[in-house]
C-alpha cells in the first residue's frame, strides 16, 4: 500500500512521515491553502528526503509555466495537478523530467472515464472527493462500475480511524491524507502520521 502525506511545511513532521515510513511526501504551492510554502523553503526539506521517497509539489489551477518553474525551484520530482489541467499540460510536465500525478474529484472522474476512457489511463490517478480538500469522504461504491487502473490513490477525508475500511472497499493502489493527520487545520501531528501509516499498511 503506497502511502503518501501531504501539506508537509516543517522538517520535525517530515521527518517523521519518512520515518513512519510514508511512500512520498506532498508540498503544497497552491496559493489560497494554509499548507502553501515556498520553492526555496522545499528545497531545503528535500535535501534531507531519502531518494526511496517520493518528494510531490502540489498545484491547483495555476499556469503550466508556473508550476515548472516552481517544481524546479523547489527540487520535487513529482507534479500533481488538482484543477482540470488539460492533458498536455501533463505531457509538458513529463516531458521536463518529471513524474506525474492527475488529481480529479470523484464527479469528475466519473465525467472524464466516459468521454476518454484511454487518456485517463495515461498518468496516475488521484481520487478525491467532491470537493477536494475539504476533508470529506466520499461513497467509493460510485467507482464499481468505472474501476480506475492499478495503482491509483484514494484521498479525501482519511484519517487514522477511517483509512483501513476505506481501503477495504475501493482497493486503490494507494492513499493520500493531508488534513486527517492535522491536530491543527495546517499543523500535522506526529502521533496521528505514524497512526495513519500503520493503519493504511494494516489493511493494505
Known amino acids: 500500500m503506497f502511502v503518501k502525506i501531504c501539506g508537509l511545511r516543517e522538517p520535525v513532521t517530515l521527518e517523521v512521515a519518512i520515518e513512519a515510513g510514508a511512500d512520498a511526501v ?26 526511496a521517497v ?27 495537478l488538482h484543477g482540470g ?28 472515464v466516459e468521454r476518454d476512457p484511454v487518456g485517463i489511463r495515461a498518468h496516475r490517478l488521484l481520487i478525491d472527493a467532491p470537493i477536494p480538500g475539504a476533508g470529506e469522504v466520499f461513497d467509493t461504491s460510485e467507482l464499481q462500475a468505472h474501476p480506475p487502473q492499478d495503482g491509483w490513490l484514494l484521498a479525501g477525508g482519511l484519517n487514522p480511524g477511517n483509512v483501513a475500511e476505506l481501503i477495504r472497499a475501493a482497493r486503490p493502489g494507494g492513499v493520500d491524507v493531508s488534513s486527517g493527520v ?15 501509516v500503520a493503519a493504511a499498511r494494516s489493511a493494505g
Open 85 to 112: 489541467e488539460p492533458l498536455a499540460d501533463f505531457e509538458r510536465v513529463r516531458s521536463a523530467g518529471f513524474g506525474t500525478i492527475r488529481a480529479l474529484s470523484i464527479h469528475e472522474y466519473l465525467q472524464e
Open 182 to 196: 492535522e491536530s491543527v487545520r495546517g499543523q500535522k501531528d506526529a502521533a496521528l502520521i505514524r497512526a495513519f
Open 54 to 80: 517520493q518528494t510531490v509539489g502540489v498545484f491547483r489551477k495555476q499556469p503550466i509555466d508556473e508550476v515548472l518553474r516552481m517544481a524546479s525551484e523547489a527540487g520535487v520530482d513529482t507534479v500533481q
Open 26 to 51: 506532498g508540498f503544497v504551492f497552491a496559493p489560497g491553502s494554509p499548507r502553501t510554502v515556498a520553492p526555496a523553503l522545499v528545497r531545503q526539506l528535500v535535501q534531507e528526503v531519502p531518494q
